[in-house]
């Protein structure tokens, strides 16, 4: 079964610029969620999606959306990029939001803002 | 609020010795419980769960967790470190104050760091 996929790997961009990363999750999978890591904040939670619904929202600006498809891909979108928006982007994905299942990561899209 | 600390940015341990990377966490109610591992430039790959029931969890690669309850830990474990094991890990838990969520709450991660 192949893993979680997320295009493109790695990005650069600059300031004022917007940017859209895409993940396909595990098949089967109904939820994915996004992160973002940094080496001065870790990791955190940016959303999560189940059945094309976003369930849950962390705590970016409203410059960070995203959505879902019907086949269980998602989009994030970030717009007008700041310098601090450099990052690795992870998407995860499981097969619902039960408490119990655990989250199968993609490898990530680097993105750099200059 | 909930919370997961991994009180080491760093462990180093000889190849062949024991190894154990440290998790508290802070939780309402029952606490799900995951380590995860990164190597450079990779995802996270999950490594083992605590969701109920034996303490000692059993996972991936060889590794296992004890979870305490009382001393809210969740310590990461193996009996004999290899130089491959050398990477990033990640205690998490799920956020259980958002209902019906897969959000996971992570620590700050801890450095292994394993010598032959």
């Known amino acids: 079964k192949a893993g979680v996929t997320q295009t493109p790997r790695y990005l650069i961009k600059t300031r004022g610029q917007q940017v859209t990363l895409s993940c396909s999750p595990i098949s089967g999978h109904r939820s994915v969620s996004w992160y973002q890591q940094t080496p001065g904040q870790g990791l955190q939670f940016l959303f999560e999606y189940f059945s094309e619904t976003q369930r849950n929202k962390g705590n970016f600006p409203g410059r960070f959306s995203g959505r879902q498809f019907s086949n269980s891909r998602s989009e994030m979108n970030v717009s007008t990029l700041e310098l601090g928006d450099s990052a690795l982007y992870l998407c995860?994905?499981?097969?619902?939001?039960?408490?119990?299942?655990?989250?199968?990561f993609g490898p990530g899209t680097r993105l750099t803002v200059l | 609020a909930q919370s997961v600390a991994q009180p080491e940015d760093q462990v180093n341990v000889a190849e062949g010795n024991p190894l154990t990377v440290k998790c508290t966490y802070s939780?309402?109610?029952?606490?799900?419980l995951f380590w995860y591992v990164q190597y450079p430039n990779r995802g996270l790959q999950f490594l083992l769960k605590y969701i109920t029931g034996d303490n000692l969890v059993k996972g991936s690669y060889g590794f296992e967790a004890e979870f305490n309850k009382s001393q809210t830990s969740f310590h990461l474990k193996k009996p004999s470190a290899l130089v491959s094991d050398s990477a990033l890990y990640f205690c998490a838990v799920r956020d259980s104050n958002s209902g019906n969520t897969g959000k996971l709450i992570f620590g700050q991660g801890t450095t292994l760091q394993v010598k032959p």
């Open positions: 939780v309402s109610g029952n606490p799900y």
């Open positions: 995860a994905s499981s097969l619902s939001l039960a408490g119990g299942d655990e989250q199968f």
